[in-house]
């Protein structure tokens, strides 16, 4: 798969952003398409990821009822709001994929990994400040 990240803006603390990623098409493979960032300084964190199949959720402790994605399979594109955002999000936010096979949480870790050596794109900058 390929992405293209767009969305990522300026924006106040407790403001929203939504970021978009267009793929190059989900297939029938169950797979988990997710967000990944990296604030400066810091090591790549799993935010969030989605079932291509059945459209399953997962989401990091630290973004849970504040951040929501989904998916449009015709479009083939990822979506993730987030709401009541916090300087703490601050970051890179890339989009990345990984099998499904062993469940959300461990292709959200996978993301996290691989982001060392794959090349999961340029992202998309988050920035929360006043």
């Known amino acids: 798969l390929q992405f293209v990240v767009t969305g990522g803006d300026l924006v106040q603390p407790g403001g929203s952003l939504r970021l978009s990623c267009a793929t190059s098409g989900f297939t029938s493979d169950d797979y988990a398409i997710g967000w990944i960032r990296q604030a400066p300084g810091k090591e790549y964190e799993g935010v969030s990821c989605?079932?291509?199949?059945?459209?399953?959720?997962y989401y990091t402790d630290s973004v849970k009822g504040r951040f929501a994605i989904s998916r449009d399979n015709a479009e083939g594109t990822v979506y993730l709001q987030m709401n009541s955002l916090k300087p703490e999000d601050t970051g890179n936010y890339y989009c990345?994929?990984?099998?499904?096979?062993?469940?959300?949480?461990?292709?959200?870790?996978?993301?996290?990994?691989?982001?060392?050596?794959?090349?999961w794109g340029q992202g998309t900058q988050v920035t929360v400040s006043s």
């Open positions: 989605i079932s291509t199949s059945d459209g399953s959720t």
């Open positions: 990345a994929s990984a099998p499904n096979h062993l469940g959300l949480h461990v292709a959200l870790v996978t993301m996290e990994t691989l982001a060392e050596t794959e090349s």
